[in-house]
């Protein structure tokens, strides 16, 4: 059953046959495009806010400096914003490419594969990283008195509001990672949709 280039696939899952495809084709790799780009700005100004944040605290004519480095949870975001920035960087040139010459640079299954690999690791790795520098946040924010730890933003305010803000901006660049993600499963399955019998 055909009609407006709309088909029924036996699964009855709409398929579409009309000449818009290249048109919807387009807007996803720009969409993509964009996206990878927001993610590779966010993901680098978290690991320049994180990196750079320092304050010198003076405690009993004692200089204390607080860094990101005493934190191993902030440690590990900057690498990981790090990793995500640079991974974000070779799919932009992918994508650009693309965008330029007009051809889908996934002409293969494997290669679509291993794009969605990368995207899934990236999303889970700044899940993880956004977790731990989270908990060590509020400990810092809010103490753990059966611990003993103490309220230490009261003392570093200045270190505590940009460690935040370079935490925030992870984590909007993960969710939109995690959009990206999304584009990749896409664009990966769509490659299975067209000949029968075809194997990689």
Not at 108 to 134: E, H, R
Not at 146 to 163: G, I, V
Not at 164 to 180: D, P
Request: charged content about 15%; some cysteine; hydrophobic content about 50%.
């Amino acid at each position: 059953m055909r009609y407006l280039g709309v088909g029924v696939s036996p699964g009855n899952v709409p398929v579409y046959h009309g000449t818009h495809l290249k048109a919807v084709d387009r807007k996803v790799r720009l969409a993509e495009l964009m996206l990878r780009s927001v993610t590779f700005v966010l993901a680098l100004v978290s690991v320049l806010l994180v990196a750079t944040d320092s304050q010198v605290q003076e405690i009993f004519t004692i200089k204390k400096k607080a860094r990101f480095t005493d934190m191993k949870a902030l440690v590990f975001l900057v690498v990981v914003n790090g990793m995500v920035a640079a991974y974000s960087v070779v799919q932009v040139l992918r994508c650009g490419l693309s965008m330029v010459t007009g051809s889908v640079v996934l002409l293969t299954k494997p290669l679509a594969w291993v794009i969605l690999s990368g995207d899934q690791l990236m999303s889970y790795m700044m899940l993880a990283a956004l977790g731990a520098a989270l908990q060590s946040a509020i400990f810092a924010k809010f103490s753990e008195p059966e611990l003993q730890w103490m309220k230490t933003c009261d003392m570093y305010r200045k270190f505590c509001n940009q460690s935040g803000e370079g935490i925030a901006s992870s984590a909007v660049a993960w969710l939109i990672m995690v959009f990206v993600t999304g584009i990749s499963s896409f664009s990966l399955f769509r490659l299975y949709g067209g000949k029968k019998g075809a194997g990689w």
